[in-house]
């Protein structure tokens, strides 16, 4: 396991890039960014957006208030994940629906909508009468 992965130490503590999840946490954003891979260290650096910044507003909001049960809604899938974010809940939207996303530490470093597929697989079934050239002389009865 290279030296940029997360692990769990010999006590199982969770450890990312040699820093434990409260040492994270206590981080700035720039100071995590320093840790992150480089797709996402680049999207901090440049600056988040308005709805970036809102978003990290929200789960730092949902900290003090402890309100872990209620999901934050989000359309932004191009979110890092940030060590804020872990052991919330968020509602991510796929497209058509919000899909809840149970943040975890080993989570660190990725996209939220990387744990949120926005297609599905496909599953066809027989094809109706008239379909093909051979079902028409299918008889009915």
């Known amino acids: 396991m290279s030296s940029g992965e997360y692990r769990t130490g010999r006590e199982g503590e969770f450890t990312y890039r040699g820093h434990t999840l409260d040492e994270l946490q206590e981080m700035s954003v720039d100071e995590v960014a320093e840790l992150l891979p480089a ?7 440049r600056g988040l957006s308005a709805q970036q910044e809102k978003l990290l507003e929200d789960a730092r909001e949902a900290t003090e208030e402890g309100s872990a049960n209620d999901p934050i809604r989000t359309h932004l899938r191009n979110m890092p994940i940030l060590p804020e ?22 989570m660190l470093g990725h996209y ?10 496909v599953e066809h079934g ?11 002389f299918v008889p009915l009865k």
């Open 112 to 121: 939220l909508g990387e744990f949120q597929l926005t297609r599905t697989s």
């Open 39 to 45: 797709r996402q260290r680049r999207t901090i650096e």
């Open 126 to 136: 027989q094809a109706g009468i008239g379909a093909t050239r051979s079902s028409k």
């Open 85 to 106: 974010f872990v052991d919330k809940t968020f509602a991510v939207y796929t497209g058509q629906s919000f899909e809840r996303v149970q943040i975890e530490p080993e």
